[in-house]
């Protein structure tokens, strides 16, 4: 993709994002933005799922997919790895306790077979 089409494209999402919080603070509503701390929760959250911990919210059902909940965790620990001395304290505490509980939880799920 051409460079001034991906710099008219991000100039128009910030435009975007803008006028949406805005709106929000001018109706009195909330307006949710991104944290390092939700993202990881989300993705702990897929793993809980992923190693049976957890119902799937879309299928109802508990199941268990190893494959996905080890990638999931691999992934945690590539984030850990890029952010090195890049996170707050509590986002760091949260990034290795996760990993941690999630590789603990891993094992004794792997080990149930």
């Not at 933005?33 to 059902?61: D, H, R, W």
């Not at 691999?74 to 890029?82: G, H, M, R």
Request: zero cysteines; proline letters at 2%.
């Amino acid at each position: 993709m051409d460079e001034e089409v991906k710099k008219k494209i991000d100039e128009n999402w910030k435009d975007q994002v803008e006028n949406e919080k805005r709106k929000a603070f001018q109706e009195n509503q909330k307006y949710y933005e991104p944290t390092f701390s939700i993202f990881l929760s989300s993705l702990v959250m897929q793993t809980m799922i992923a190693l049976g911990k957890l119902e799937n919210p879309i299928t109802n059902k508990i199941e268990k997919n190893l494959d996905q909940a080890r990638f999931l965790i691999d992934t945690i620990a590539l984030l850990k790895e890029k952010t090195k001395n890049n996170l707050t304290k509590e986002e760091e505490n949260l990034l290795e306790d996760s990993l941690a509980n999630l590789r603990m939880l891993y094992v004794e799920v792997r080990n149930q077979f």
